[in-house]
């Protein structure tokens, strides 16, 4: 049961269907699952380590949103929006085939889950939210918006690594493996023998559509809440600021909130000190 294991499941939009893939560890028989979801361009492999950390008490299953990793790509490109991830997720959670579950979100991952987790009846019993809350600053919007939806081509795996270091610097310090990791899963090689990313430049289509000159505001999504919350944020991050934060425990599900030194937008669950943050939270009940 300590392998790593593919699967996917057909999910609908508007503009028919597509294919969510998913990877998911330990025993595909324990009824205590953990959903892990990925940010806006990355997927479901930035949670390898903490899914190996938590999979002896946790089924762990991490999906590919759509237009990203293995999954498929939306025929209507306006639709690579939140309500569309969550309904995905919903499929998801029924193809488990269990009542609840625990939820780990990172950025966009952690906006799907305050939209799920703030529907009456919701699955989700406890809430980790990693460096994202109910503001969404228009600075990071435009940093986000200067790369999202590019489709830059590389000549080599070790150009397309050196781009990730510097787009994702944010994420913090990471050691030559770390950083490999963190971009063979999002690049592949073309029959050409360049390397472009896996995803949908079309994620973008929305994403530019919305995006103004004030920030988000999704309060009344995060004040819906009601299961056990924590906010994970980075010391230095540009997405989540520190007043909201603080915010964040003082109204909605009044979340714990912890900080990590160091780091921006977002940490990434790569070493033993930020796992055990998340580990001891989801293990406290």
Known sequence: MNEM?????QCLSPGGLHRMAYVEWGDPRNPRVLVCVHGLTRNARDFDTLARALM????????????RGRSGWLRLKEHYQIPQYVADMVTLIARLDVEE?????TSMGGMIGMGLAAQADSPITRLVLNDVGPVISVRAL???GEYIGLTPRFASFTEAEQYIRVISAPFGQFTDAQWRHLT????????????????DPGIAVPFRAGAGDGDIDLWPVYDAIRCPTLVVRGAESDLLSRETCQEMSRRGPKAATIEIPAVGHAPMFLDAAQVDVVKAFLLAE
């Open 5 to 9: 294991r593919q699967r996917s499941v």
């Open 56 to 67: 002896h008490r946790y089924r762990v299953v991490c999906p590919d949103v759509v237009g």
């Open 101 to 105: 579950v625990h939820w780990v979100g």
């Open 142 to 144: 435009k940093r986000i």
């Open 184 to 199: 063979e899963h999002v690049v592949r090689k073309e029959a050409d023998g360049a390397y472009a990313f896996v995803y």
